[in-house]
Structures are given as C-alpha cells and as structure tokens.
C-alpha cells in the first residue's frame, strides 16, 4: 500500500508540475500572441495561448478536463498549420512538432487525473492515437523536407563552347577557375557516376598554417583552390605561405614564407588562390621561367620560382611589390588581397579588399595593372580620375572610398580585356556622399583594356546600392548559343540572385533585362532608385518572405519571429536601409551567388549554380548612438575589430550619418536559431541556353546545426548555408563541399543526385579542383574551414582518386 501512495503522489505531482508548464508556455503564447495581433499578425498564437492556459491550470487541478482541452487545442493546431503553410515540411516543423511532443506527457498524465475514470489503458490508447497522427506528421515533413528537386535534364543542350584561355584545363588546373575564362569544368572522366563510389583518399597533408595568436583566432578561412601545372601542385594558405606539393603523391617540394603578420589579417585570413606564368621567350631551365604569383594580406605581390619556390630577383625588389603606393594613409588590415590575381597578356591585374563597413575616407578602390615579368605598375584606373598619370605626381594618391574588387577577376587574352566584378564605395548603407563616377561603376561589371587601363564598357547590376549587392562572383566566359550562331559572352552571377547574359565584346545583354520599380523610402528616400534592373533570363532569388515564412524549433521562438518581422520595415525586395526599426533585406549579403561562383558544363549546356538563401536584420544606428557604444574605425580604440562576428554587425561608418549592424542570416538572441524556415542553400541546375531551371535542391545537411549552437547531428537535407563553388567534370560529376556539414559530395549531374560523400576534418569552405598525374584523376579540396559559417577550422589538404 506505502508503493502504491509514494506512486500515486508522484504522478499527481508529475500532473502538476505538467500543468504548471503548460499554463506558463500558455501565459507566454498569450501575450506574445496579442503583441502579434497589435502588429496585425496571425491571431492564431493567443488563442492557442489562452487555449494552453486553461488546459494547464485545469491538468494541474487533476481535471481531466483539461486534457481533453489540450487535445482539442493540438488538433486545431494541425488544422491550422496545414490551412497556413500545407504539407511544407520544414514549416510544418515549428508548428507541429513540439505540441505533438507535449500531446504525448499530456495523454500519459490520464490516469492521475480525478475522478479516476481514465485508466492506463485509455492512456496508452490515446498516446498511440498520437503515435499514428506523429507518423502522418513526420511522413509529410520527410516527403517535403528532405529534396526539392525540380525534374531530370530533359535532354541538355549541346553548346559545344571554345575555350578562350592559351592554357587547358585536363591534365593540369592552371588557374584558379581552372583558366582565366572560370568555367570549373574538366574535361577528365576517368571519375564518372558509375564508379564515384570507389572514390578514396589518395593522401592527406597539412600546410601547419594555424591561428598563433589570440588576434588570428577566430579569423581564419582558407577558401583555396589550388593550381596544377605538370607535376606540381600549388597551395596558399591563410597567412600566405606558398607551398608546392608532388601532384601524385602529397610530398612537399617548397615552401614559401612572405611573412605576413597577424595584424593584416582584415575580416578573413584567407588566400583563395595563386596566379602561374610563364615568361615568354625565356629558357627552361632559366630562373623564374615559370613562376607562381600571389596577391598578400598585407598587400603584396610576391613571385617565385614555380620550380623551387625561390622569390624572382628580376621582380620588384627580391621578388615582392607593393600594391598599396599613391594610396594615402593605411592602417593594418584595411587594404589586403585575399583574391587570386589574373593575369592577361602579361599584366597582372589586382584589387584590393578595402575593409568593409569601416569608414567613408577609406582606401581607394583603384585597380592596378603590373608587368609579369618585372613587376613595374603598367596602370591605375581610379574612376574618379581616369586620366591620372603613371605613376601619380608626387603627394597625389587615388581617389579614397571608392568601388573596389575584392574578389578574382575573369580574362580573355583574345581580346585582352579583364572583367572587373566592382563592390560599393567606402560604406555599403550609406549613399549619399558618393560622387556621380560612383554611382555609375558600384555593383557593376566593367571591363578593362589591359593594355591601356581603361574601361571598355560597364554593366550595373544595381543601382546607388545600400545592401551590399557587390559582385561578389568571377563572370564565366561562354560562347552563348543563339539562332545566328554562338557570341562570346559571358555568364554574371549577383548577390542579388539575378543571372545575367552579356556580350564580352560589349556589355550588351543577350537576354532580357528590365528596369523594374521597387521599394522607396528609408533615410535618404531622394537617393534611392524608381527602379532597379532585373534579369529575365534566370534568377536564383525565391519569392519575397511573409509573416509564414517565419520559423523556428516550437511556436514560442517562431512567434518571436514573426513579431520581430511585423516590427521590421520589409517592402520586399529592395526594401531600403532604416534607423528608427529594423529592416529585412532579402537575399542577404551573402548571396544569391557569392565568391564560388557557378561552374558551366561546356558539353551539355549546363550552368551549376550554389546559392544562399537567408535574409538578414539589418539596423541603421544613428552616430551618436554609435559613438556611445564604441563604434570605431580599424585602428581606432575598439579598431575595427570584428572579433569573428559576422560583418556588418556593428561597422561604425565613420563619416556617414549612420553605423550599421547587421544580424546576419536573422538569428534569434540566445538560442541563435534562423527566423526564415529551411532552406538556407541550395544548388541547381539550369539551361545555358534558356535559363530552364533543370532541378533545385538543398545543399547541406543539419549535422553540425542546432539550437544553442549544439549539434543536432541529423542526416537531414536541411539546405545549410555554404561558401565555395563547385567543379564539374565531364564524367557528369559536381564535386561540391562549401556547406556547414563538413562533407565534400559528388552529385550526379543528370538528376542532382548525391552519389558519393566523404566527411571532411574541417570545414570545406573551398572549392574543389582536379588534374591528371600518372594516369590517374585526382579531386582535391582544402579543408580550412570558416569562422563566419561556424565550420571547424583545419590546415588540410585532401587528394581523392579511384584505387589502382
């Protein structure tokens, strides 16, 4: 009798303890519910709320009532969820899960209710009830969760593209998109979708370029992709460091150290890739015939010998140049390179990365041209004064806080001009102080004449952009199928998600483009745009976000969402920059398509295409708000100093009205979850030719995501958020890492299907290349991960081939 007391006093304060989580998860539902309601958001969460409320004050009262109460409410719930959102998944996710989670503790309670008419067996009856109705549930989000594949190729086009490039890819991987045309297509198939699945790690090595100091951690991000050229294979690291490798087998051959300190460092270590020349007319066996050329952190060209790694006496001043002369005053950091140079008729063609969001008399974005071989600057082009000697007069600098180019330029050495993908002026929220050549060269794609330095044509993306909608992606070059023949043309992808067609020759679009009216207002309604230009030919960009569109890992974090949306200013795309509330900027900063840029299949007229799709929260702070908090300048007190974050959040913009801070991807405080429901990523397939969208689907899986930042350790296609490209082969392979997962992935380009994976030891927040040594195919990626995508950060390289 004592066991059977003790049980039932258990139960009965197990009921209340029960009941009063109820009543409180109801008192919270309730008022945030009403909140909503004043904000003219869904009515849905206080009704639930009130609903939860008494349902748990009556289960803590052990009346049975209250259950049933409860079960009525979770019906309703699911009626309501499928009437706002149907058999969506992921949205069902927030919506179901967690109610049907507490459904089975509020059935298992039956028995301790009073009077006792509800015995275990009605309890257990009903919770299977609920097993059945999770069953339907679960099926519904694994059915639409997991893939959204739109169909198979339906026959791909054959574009039969030229390659514009004096050097092939195949047997070699001679420049950072495989040529300076950035295809990242090989014409190797001796790894194919038949015997993917064989594919092993060949070897493995480590550069040993790790964070050494508390101002490098929480910086690093390698993004490298090596070159291949003979028998070698060459790598940088974060900090620079030049290493060459033997293609076949892993050893070291050299290494190169240019010492770039800690200090540097901008936002990211990271050296994306490498340049390879050859000098024309020189001997083989001359020093610095060939030779391997990088752009520094702390804005260097460096050049050695691609044979022994020795810097180049005959370039610069023992091998190194610096890129930063007639640019004014630079504090550590503020100017750097992380981006590959290109080089096109013998002159190297550089940007900078001028640190963001740090203040309006920052650096100039000048772009610089030098001989390959000596290192002298053949040219400046600063937009503001193109007709500035060279070099400028003494006591003359570039013009500060223009449009720079931090990412890798695209080159045709037919007809020798380089594409420039062009970022903002000084400032990327602010518009206002921007001078009219600004205006006319941010956010575009402008080519340049490398033999004299002077623009060509240009194509802006967007117009007096304040959303940080830079070029963040190489053109591809392609000779464009149309009905009178192919053009030389090339392929330009935006943050915007918008995908372009133009003619290399001229800048003319070959497919349609067309001024739209947007969104108005913000701070400086008289600076934005009646319109902005859209592309008809292809977009990656998904429909504008409503108050459903807002997740979450239960009602109570969805409903913070949505509240937080309905306080923000969101007009949709193009919504401009706000000080007195918050305002959503869909697709983020991030992209669309960002740095990896898309791969083009030359054979089936393919174009592969990863993407992100989050939004971000965005705040303009007034300056004296700004100034209270501490805001300041790279070298200034707080110095710039991101401390990992994500960028933009809390970017002083000194000289401007307005800091910014930028809550990345639109997280929740505490619990760090995404407010926009999955997808985060994808990768798609489209027509070349008509912009088809062939198939779509998420890239990544939710291992290493969760709330908290704990692991949830799930093999679920959940579409992560993920930086780098994509390869493709001839053997109808995408080789692809790039996501939050940590897993490098092969995907059968027919059907988008995943056909291989291996886990990597980092984050792969790189792009893959391959190369033929001895016979055999190799895939490799640099696993260096990224502080900004949260990935583990390593020092590895990775060589994948099919067993001998």
Same mark, same amino acid.
């Given at each position: ?681 994808? =990768?798609? *397939?489209? $027509?070349?030719?008509? @912009? /088809? +969208?062939? %198939?779509?689907?998420? &890239? ?43 897993? =490098?992935? *092969?995907? $059968?380009?027919?059907? @988008? /299907? +995943?056909? %291989?994976?291996?886990? &990597? ?44």
């Amino acid at each position: 009798m004592s066991d059977i007391h003790h049980a039932r006093t258990a139960s009965v304060w197990a009921t209340r303890i029960l009941g009063a989580v109820l009543a409180l998860i109801g008192i919270t539902l309730l008022v945030g519910g009403v909140w909503l309601i004043s904000l003219g958001g869904s009515p849905y969460y206080a009704l639930a709320g009130a609903g939860l409320l008494v349902s748990g004050v009556l289960i803590a009262m052990r009346r049975s009532l209250g259950v049933w109460l409860y079960v009525i409410v979770f019906l309703a719930t699911v009626v309501w969820a499928f009437w706002e959102v149907g058999a969506n998944g992921w949205a069902l996710v927030p919506r179901t899960v967690a109610p049907l989670v507490l459904l089975v503790f509020v059935l298992a309670a039956l028995p301790a209710m009073r009077p006792y008419t509800c015995g275990w067996r009605t309890a257990w009856g009903a919770i299977v009830g609920v097993l059945v109705i999770a069953v339907v549930v679960g099926a519904a989000i694994a059915y639409s969760a997991p893939s959204f594949l739109k169909s198979p190729v339906p026959g791909a086009t054959e574009a039969g593209m030229g390659e514009p490039s004096l050097q092939k890819v195949g047997e070699n991987w001679p420049a950072y998109g495989g040529t300076y045309s950035a295809r990242r297509y090989s014409p190797l198939d001796q790894i194919n979708a038949g015997n993917v699945g064989e594919l092993k790690r060949a070897w493995l090595v480590h550069t040993g370029d790790m964070p050494q100091s508390d101002f490098a951690a929480g910086k690093y991000g390698a993004e490298n992709t090596p070159l291949k050229v003979g028998g070698l294979l060459y790598v940088c690291t974060p900090k620079n460091i030049m290493i060459a490798y033997d293609a076949a087998t892993g050893e070291q051959r050299w290494r190169y150290d240019p010492g770039v300190p800690d200090q540097a460092i901008p936002y990211t270590a990271a050296c994306r890739g490498v340049a390879y020349y050859v000098v024309p007319g020189a001997s083989a066996d001359a020093a610095c015939a060939t030779r391997i050329i990088e752009g520094t952190l702390d804005a260097r060209l460096i050049a050695v010998d691609a044979r022994t790694g020795k810097p180049c006496a005959d370039f610069g001043e023992d091998g190194q140049v610096s890129t930063s002369q007639n640019m004014g005053s630079i504090v550590p950091g503020m100017v750097s390179m992380t981006s590959a140079p290109t080089i096109v008729r013998g002159v190297i063609v550089i940007g900078h990365q001028i640190l963001d969001g740090q203040k309006r008399d920052a650096p100039s974005g000048v772009i610089k041209g030098f001989d390959a071989v000596t290192g002298a600057q053949r040219w400046g082009w600063d937009m503001t004064q193109p007709d500035l000697p060279n070099p400028p007069p003494e006591g003359k600098i570039y013009t500060r806080g223009t449009p720079n180019m931090w990412t890798t330029a695209t080159g045709d050495e037919a007809l020798g001009y380089v594409y420039l993908p062009l970022g903002n002026s000084a400032v990327d929220y602010w518009s206002g102080s921007r001078s009219d050549a600004e205006n006319a060269y941010s956010s575009s794609l402008t080519a340049i004449d490398v033999t004299t330095g002077k623009p060509v044509w240009t194509f802006q993306t967007v117009h007096k952009d304040v959303w940080d909608y830079d070029l963040g992606s190489q053109a591809t070059l392609v000779d464009y199928p149309t009905a009178n023949g192919t053009v030389p043309a090339l392929v330009l992808p935006s943050k915007k998600g918008d995908i372009y067609i133009l003619d290399r020759r001229t800048g003319k679009p070959l497919t349609g483009v067309e001024e739209r009216p947007v969104a108005q207002g913000g701070v400086e309604p008289d600076q934005r745009s009646p319109t902005q230009p859209f592309s008809l030919y292809h977009t990656l960009r998904k429909p504008d976000l409503t108050e459903a569109s807002m997740w979450g890992m239960s009602p109570i974090d969805q409903m913070a969402c949505r509240i937080q949306f309905r306080e923000a200013s969101y007009k949709g795309f193009y919504t401009p920059p706000t000080s007195d509330t918050h305002s959503v900027e869909y697709p983020g900063y991030n992209g669309g398509s960002d740095w990896g840029g898309v791969a083009v299949d030359p054979k089936r007229g393919i174009v592969i295409a990863n993407y992100n799709d989050m939004p971000n929260y965005n705040r303009l702070v007034p300056r004296a708000e700004a100034d209270k908090l501490g805001w300041t300048p790279r070298g200034e007190a707080r110095g710039g100093d991101l401390g990992g974050g994500a960028e933009g959040a809390g970017d002083p913009q000194a000289g401007a009205p307005y800091a910014i801070n930028v809550n990345a991807g639109w997280r929740l405080p505490f619990t760090g979850l995404l407010c926009k429901q999955p997808p985060y990523g994808g =990768i798609q *397939a489209f $027509d070349l030719k008509s @912009g /088809k +969208t062939l %198939w779509d689907r998420p &890239l990544g899986q939710a291992l290493n995501n969760g709330p908290f930042g704990i692991p949830s350790m799930l093999p679920v296609n959940i579409g992560t958020p993920n930086n780098g490209g994509a390869l493709v082969t001839a053997g109808g392979l995408i080789f692809i890492a790039a996501a939050t997962d940590d897993l =490098i992935r *092969a995907i $059968d380009i027919e059907t @988008g /299907k +995943t056909v %291989w994976e291996d886990k &990597l030891p980092a984050g792969g927040q790189a792009t893959p290349m391959t190369y033929e040594a001895n016979g055999r195919q190799y895939v490799v990626i640099m696993t260096g991960g990224h502080h900004f995508m949260e990935t583990p950060i390593g020092d590895e390289v990775i060589a994948y081939a099919l067993p001998k």
